[in-house]
């Protein structure tokens, strides 16, 4: 029998040891959404948006009980993962709010007494989601997927049993119909028969790109849809007219946000020559007094790398990087003691094809990169097998022109790039395809179903 292990990031002690789900508990779930489904399907957007908003409601009232299993089981500050849990509420409360104008049937004139496209639900939806933000990317997936009237199923990340577990819980205290949704303990290699069951109509993966394409693949050999949020490498441009200390202020918390586990973080800061050492001066301060330490304080800024194995590619990419030329400002040691800690790192000097550049980096680790003018940083940027998101700081105006030659499927002129239930979320080349959130999100996993209605127009 395999077993889920977690282990918690901060004391390297085993905190919990759950069973995972048997082949045939797997099949039961499915059939439990499939049933469920029947019903959900033909329920109004109003009795569905019920639900999501009962619960938000669990989802804030109860935040305190929540966020702790984030911070124990892959070592969020116990402040991102308050945070994180409001905004996993604000998706479902998004959802709730929008999803019936969001899929609006739209009329459109042909030889018709009348025509339109009407958007139908498909069916259960397997959502195979990562660690890194339990919560958030839990409702990312599920708020439009049932709001347009299919039913989930969540296989979580075998690190996070506890969030997975707890989520589910949320919507059956919310009172949320059997079968709607349901988290299932399901060890990895247990995913391929999952999407392949005739009962699965769709698939949502976040994750790694070699994780992606297996996904991908599967699901393209029994022909279901797939939406895939993979790995970034993000470029972060400075040009030399931009606003220095915000473009520093901005550059530090996007490296940092969850210890800089995340796909959307600045990876590539690439800075133009002129302004490239002020710049560094002033990251190289709003570094240094980052605090580093227990995620359970509410003092602390950067917690653990979720498992000494990343822990380890993390420190791998930094020296390797340095070997091949590059200066370390800060950080790049591996410390000593309890926990899978790493110091916050800053590497100067970097160059395209040295690790840092080559590879997503999952840590506190910027790598910055000088480039000769805006031209020379745009190429720059665009040097990657990723297409996630990217920022540039310049003039607005500048930044926007510049924004339609960045290759990534998010570009934030003079701001973070972060995820807004508001805004579509997705990537190009190895960072995948297809978009959640935003109205183009709840559209990937609906039939889009043209009608036409006789006799012809005369």
């Known amino acids: 029998m395999t077993v889920l292990t977690v282990v918690d990031p901060t004391t390297e002690k085993v905190v ?3 069973p995972a789900a048997s082949p045939e508990e797997l099949t039961a779930a499915i059939e439990r959404s499939q049933t469920a489904f029947e019903l959900w399907r033909s329920t109004s957007f109003a009795r569905r948006a019920e639900v999501l908003t009962a619960v938000a409601t669990y989802l804030r009232e109860n935040t305190e009980h929540l966020a702790p299993l984030m911070t124990e089981e892959m070592g969020k500050p116990i402040t991102e993962a308050r945070g994180e849990v409001a905004k996993a509420a604000w998706a ?29 639900p498909l069916g259960p939806v397997l959502g195979v989601l990562p660690w890194n933000a339990p919560f958030w990317l839990a409702f990312r997936f599920c708020s439009p997927a049932l709001m ?60 790694s790109d070699r994780a992606g394409s297996a996904v991908a693949a599967t699901a393209a050999s029994e022909i279901k849809p797939a939406v895939l949020e993979l790995g970034g490498s993000d470029p972060f441009i400075v040009l030399a007219d931009a606003d220095l200390e915000k473009a520093a202020d901005v550059a530090a918390l996007s490296r940092i946000i969850n210890a800089g586990q995340s796909c959307i973080a600045a990876k590539r800061v690439i800075v133009e020559r002129s302004v ?27 917690g653990p790398i979720a498992r000494d194995d990343l822990r380890e590619n993390l420190h791998r ?37 040295m690790a840092a550049c ?30 996630l998101g990217a920022s540039v700081w310049t003039t607005s105006e500048r930044g926007e022109e510049m924004a339609r030659r960045i290759e990534a499927g998010q570009v934030s002129v003079n ?15 190895r960072s995948g395809y297809g978009r959640e959130l935003g109205p183009h999100g709840i559209r990937e996993f609906v039939n889009a179903q043209q009608v036409w209605v006789g006799p012809v127009a005369s």
């Open 317 to 353: 990419q930094v020296t390797s990087t340095v070997t091949a030329g590059a200066t370390c400002v800060l950080g790049g040691h591996m410390p000593e003691g309890e926990g899978f800690f790493y110091p916050v790192t800053l590497l100067t000097g970097v160059e395209p094809g």
């Open 148 to 207: 347009a009237g299919n039913t989930a199923v969540m296989k979580h990340d075998p690190h996070v049993p506890g969030c997975a577990a707890a989520i589910e819980e949320a919507f059956r205290a919310a009172g949320a119909p059997e079968g709607v949704f349901q988290a299932v303990q399901a060890a990895t290699p247990d995913v391929e028969a999952m999407i392949r069951d005739p009962r699965i109509r769709a698939v949502s993966f976040t994750g």
């Open 358 to 387: 080559a590879e997503e980096t999952f840590g506190p680790v910027a790598a910055v990169i000088a480039a000769d003018d805006a031209e020379h940083a745009l190429a720059l940027a665009n040097d990657t097998a990723y297409g």
């Open 276 to 302: 490239h050492d002020e710049f560094v001066e002033l990251l190289t301060e709003r570094l240094r007094n980052l605090v580093v330490g227990d995620p359970r304080e509410e003092t602390t800024q950067v």
């Open 415 to 429: 701001g973070i790039v972060k995820t807004d239930p508001r805004l579509p979320s997705g990537g190009i080349k």
């Open 92 to 120: 479902a409360e998004h959802y709730a709010a929008h999803a019936e104008s969001y899929l609006a049937t739209e009329h459109i004139a042909s030889d018709a007494t009348s025509s339109y496209v009407q958007y139908l």
């Open 16 to 18: 919990r040891e759950v």
